[in-house]
């Protein structure tokens, strides 16, 4: 997966990391709930479970939960 997502060549300093904010929207498939993954401590799972589009793509477990695309259930959460 790092040859297409190099967390590693991503800003270390959290001043350059800090802003703009980065939010990942995932829907729980269990509850429907939005699940919010924050930038700074994003894993993989996250990325990917926020990209699994249904039913194209299983639910990814991600934080304990089974997500799927985050804008399955819901709008980006932007504000």
Same mark, same amino acid.
Not at 27 to 47: K, N, W
């Given at each position: 997966?790092? =040859?297409?997502? &190099?967390?590693?060549?991503? +800003?270390?300093? &959290?001043?350059?990391?800090? =802003?703009?904010?980065?939010?990942?929207?995932?829907?729980?498939?269990?509850?429907?709930?939005? @699940?919010?993954?924050?930038?700074?401590?994003?894993?993989?799972?996250?990325?990917?479970?926020?990209?699994? @589009? +249904? +039913?194209?793509?299983?639910? @990814?477990?991600?934080?304990?939960?089974?997500?799927?695309?985050?804008?399955?259930?819901?709008?980006? &959460?932007?504000?």
């Amino acid at each position: 997966m790092t =040859k297409h997502l &190099p967390f590693s060549a991503l +800003p270390s300093g &959290p001043a350059r990391r800090a =802003k703009p904010a980065l939010l990942i929207g995932a829907t729980d498939v269990q509850s429907g709930d939005r @699940v919010i993954f924050a930038g700074e401590h994003l894993t993989q799972d996250q990325l990917v479970a926020s990209a699994a @589009v +249904p +039913p194209l793509y299983r639910a @990814v477990e991600a934080s304990g939960r089974l997500c799927w695309d985050g804008l399955f259930s819901s709008n980006p &959460p932007v504000r």
